[in-house]
T-cell receptor, first 114, second 114 residues
Framework: DAKTTQPTSMDCAEGRAANLPCNHS???????VYWYRQIHSQGPQYIIH???NNETNEMASLIITEDRKSSTLILPHATLRDTAVYYC???????????????FGKGMKLTVNP | DTAVSQTPKYLVTQMGNDKSIKCEQN?????MYWYKQDSKKFLKIMFS???????INETVPNRFSPKSPDKAHLNLHINSLELGDSAVYFC?????????????FGPGTRLTVL
């Protein structure tokens, strides 16, 4: 089961910053927060991930609260092409001899409006 | 330069048939996965392979048989197709079993069983 909760949907104006919230109150100390997005009819696309510190890359910024119970994905200047379902995922740590796996929840539909 | 590619993109077939979906990654990754996205858009892991060895089988019916001829390929063969197998199947790869890095997804194969 997914360990995160996100709003069902959100709208954002083109050119404005989009702040996507995520709650993960049961996260363990060694579990990463990942963000993926899925544009209609395409495969999921990796955006960013983090453990404790805030992270930034060419696509987005990830702000993780000090208690790690929530995080915010920031798209600094949203474009129409950013319209997608955004998944906030807590990566399940690999078990002995096993591999990590991403457990996707329902995600949040972000609609960027002109 | 497609990182993770899948063929075919669309597959329409009758119940009871056997079909295969092919996946290839050119990223030099050790680990590959199959995910299934059903009509409700939930994305669930089915299998993961590391260096051609099965690591995870998420209680998938044995009608589904993944095969990895080398670490760049992970094919999915499905026997005796059922209506409930209709879904979009995504292949993915990552550097190795336990890395915290990104997972790269293919474009998906939309399977429709009639």
């Amino acid at each position: 089961d997914a360990k995160t909760t996100q709003p069902t949907s959100m709208d954002c104006a083109e050119g404005r910053a989009a702040n996507l919230p995520c709650n993960h109150s049961t996260i363990s100390g060694n579990e990463y927060v990942y963000w993926y997005r899925q544009i209609h009819s395409q495969g999921p696309q990796y955006i960013i991930h983090g453990l404790k510190n805030n992270e930034t890359n060419e696509m987005a910024s990830l702000i993780i609260t000090e208690d790690r119970k929530s995080s915010t994905l920031i798209l600094p200047h949203a474009t129409l092409r950013d319209t997608a379902v955004y998944y906030c995922i807590v990566r399940v740590a690999p078990s002995q001899g096993g591999s990590e796996k991403l457990v996707f929840g329902k995600g949040m539909k972000l609609t960027v409006n002109p | 330069d497609t990182a993770v590619s899948q063929t075919p993109k669309y597959l329409v077939t009758q119940m009871g048939n056997d079909k295969s979906i092919k996946c290839e990654q050119n990223l030099g990754h050790d680990t590959m996965y199959w995910y299934k996205q059903d009509s409700k858009k939930f994305l669930k892991i089915m299998f993961s392979y590391n260096n051609k060895e099965l690591i995870i089988n998420e209680t998938v019916p044995n009608r589904f048989s993944p095969k990895s001829p080398d670490k760049a390929h992970l094919n999915l063969h499905i026997n005796s197709l059922e209506l409930g197998d209709s879904a979009v199947y995504f292949c993915a790869s990552s550097q190795d079993l336990t890395t915290s890095g990104a997972k790269f997804f293919g474009p998906g194969t939309r399977l429709t069983v009639l």
